[in-house]
């Protein structure tokens, strides 16, 4: 699975972006996909993730309420809407693939199978 992320950019504290994340596979391997962000100087965490199926989603606390993720398989994309941004939301934004775990969101960098480049996510205050 290849993974190509997209969307990110600079935005004023309070706007909105939406992530994209499109996936090259053969049309038999499902996935679940997440996204983690990294802030300069800090771990990657996790942000948020949908199953296969896209009916199971797991946000972290920091963003829920605030993002919403969804997919549409019949164009391979995962999307992560993101409102209300703060400054706290700057980061580098990673798409990852799990084809171990399809059924259930990842949110362990452990059961990534495949990772995408990143996208730079601004918030200016």
């Known amino acids: 699975v290849q993974l190509q992320a997209s969307g990110g950019g600079l935005v004023q504290s309070g706007g909105s972006l939406r992530l994209s994340c499109a996936a090259s596979?053969?049309?038999?391997?499902?996935?679940?996909i997440s996204w983690f962000r990294q802030a300069p100087g800090k771990e990657r965490e996790f942000v948020a993730a949908?199953?296969?199926?896209?009916?199971?989603?797991h946000y972290n606390d920091s963003v829920k309420g605030r993002s919403t993720i969804s997919r549409d398989n019949d164009k391979n994309t995962v999307y992560l809407q993101m409102n209300s941004l703060k400054p706290e939301d700057t980061a580098v934004y990673y798409c990852?693939?799990?084809?171990?775990?399809?059924?259930?969101?990842?949110?362990?960098?452990?059961?990534?199978?495949?990772w995408g480049q990143g996208t730079q996510v601004t918030v200016s205050s």
């Open positions: 949908v199953s296969w199926s896209g009916s199971r989603t």
């Open positions: 990852a693939a799990s084809a171990t775990y399809v059924d259930y969101p990842v949110v362990n960098e452990r059961q990534v199978d495949y």
């Open positions: 596979a053969r049309t038999s391997t499902n996935y679940a």
